[in-house]
């Protein structure tokens, strides 16, 4: 198997988080892949990341980095994280470290070799910065779902014509959540993840208009990846994971001719909704 560009000779060793890696001698050395559930030709979001409507995205300068800031994660109960092939490390040994409490996707793919090598190392889902018809297609070949990027109408219809699971708006605060209800008029089934500026109350305001899921970097990570305190990073994702669990949300409408297109995939209760105000997002 060809690792990530730039996968270390030594990866971090499992040994010095505490945690157990799991065993790939059952598949050859390499990862299990994670099981992906599609119906009518559409791989969906795994599990996890769909319920708990939350993916942070971390970047790192190296890949011994990333062991303190998962752990910590993991510890405010985040499931969903997305990896980037723009920082050197390898994601055979975050699998197996920490491939039993996370969904593990890997971000900014930009060619069909890159996403075809996220898949065989075990990657839970691909999200890229553009939508392009060949990395749709590589996806299709695999059976990775994708979460492709655009921001136009043109550009995430056509990601979501081409079997994506979600479609990633970025740069979200060019648009605002109102977006989502604006792009369920001519696309009522379409499932919306926003990135880039997500806070506290963007997020809720996002899920309240209707996204699946919110993609989240640096107003939880905060200065986290530069030596600060993880318990503080623990605490952000506390309150991220119990906003977007809890938070309400408007289901995309199922197309009659699409019977796999789900309302509410996360089957969450929805709160009051004076519990959460839609105020202060951008």
């Known amino acids: ?56 995205v971390i970047r790192t300068d190296a890949p011994a980095a990333y062991v303190p800031l998962l752990e910590a994660l993991v510890t405010g109960g985040v499931t969903s994280v997305e990896l980037t092939l723009t920082t050197p490390g390898t994601l055979d040994a975050l699998l197996a470290t920490f491939g039993a409490d996370l969904d593990l996707g890997v971000g900014t793919i930009t060619t069909p070799e890159e996403l075809h090598r996220a898949a065989a190392a075990g990657a839970a889902y691909a999200v890229t910065p553009v939508t392009r018809a060949d990395l749709l297609a590589a996806a299709r070949e695999t059976g990775l779902p994708i979460v492709p990027g655009g921001l136009t109408p043109t550009e995430l219809h056509a990601g979501w014509a081409g079997g994506a699971a979600a479609v990633k708006v970025f740069p979200a605060g060019q648009v605002g959540p109102d977006y989502v209800r604006d792009l369920r008029g001519p696309f009522p089934d379409i499932e919306v993840i926003p990135s880039g500026g997500v806070d506290l109350d963007g997020a809720r305001a996002w899920l309240a208009a209707g996204a699946a899921a919110v993609s989240v970097g640096g107003p939880l990570l905060g200065d986290a990846a530069r030596g600060g305190d993880l318990g503080a990073l623990t605490d952000r994702a506390r309150a991220f994971v119990d906003l977007c669990r809890r938070a309400p949300g408007l289901p995309a409408t199922p197309d009659p001719a699409r019977p796999q297109d789900l309302p509410n995939p996360s089957g969450l209760p929805a709160v009051p909704a004076h519990d959460h105000p839609e105020d202060g997002h951008r």
Not at 38 to 48: D, M
Request: charged fraction near 10%.
């Open 1 to 56: 198997m060809t690792p990530p560009p730039g996968t270390p000779t030594s990866p971090p060793s499992p040994s010095a988080t505490g945690r157990t890696a799991t065993s790939h001698a059952a598949t050859g050395g390499r990862p299990r892949l994670p099981a992906r559930t599609a119906t009518g030709g559409r791989p969906q979001l795994p599990a996890r990341t769909a319920t708990s409507r939350l993916i942070v």
